[in-house]
């Protein structure tokens, strides 16, 4: 499966931004789908996770009630919508597909091309 990451840019702290990620194939439904960021000097971390069909959810406890994963399966697509964002949350955002559910980006198979969020206080 090929992603396509997009929706970056700069905001204010405050605002929000929506990150989509578009999936090629037919098989977006087999992936489990999560959402990572890498922070400019910092190691890549987990941001949210969806698992295929059960609707279950993961986040990183510094986005938890501020960031809402959430995935299409007619538009193949996978969104991170992000309000109150903190200039903490500035880093290079990526989308990534799993056929194994997991916060561990060890396990995710396929990624996308990064999308830079800019978050200025």
């Known amino acids: 499966v090929q992603l396509q990451a997009s929706g970056g840019g700069t905001v204010q702290a405050g605002g929000s931004l929506r990150l989509s990620c578009a999936a090629s194939?037919?098989?977006?439904?087999?992936?489990?789908m999560g959402w990572f960021r890498q922070a400019p000097g910092k190691e890549r971390e987990f941001v949210a996770g969806?698992?295929?069909?059960?609707?279950?959810?993961h986040y990183a406890d510094s986005v938890k009630g501020r960031f809402t994963i959430s995935r299409d399966g007619v538009k193949n697509t996978v969104y991170l919508q992000m309000d109150s964002l903190k200039p903490e949350d500035t880093a290079v955002y990526y989308c990534?597909?799993?056929?194994?559910?997991?916060?561990?980006?060890?396990?995710?198979?396929?990624w996308g091309q990064g999308t830079l969020v800019t978050v200025s206080s």
């Open positions: 990534a597909a799993t056929s194994s559910y997991s916060i561990q980006s060890e396990t995710y198979n396929y």
């Open positions: 969806i698992s295929r069909s059960d609707g279950r959810n």
């Open positions: 194939g037919r098989t977006f439904i087999s992936y489990a």
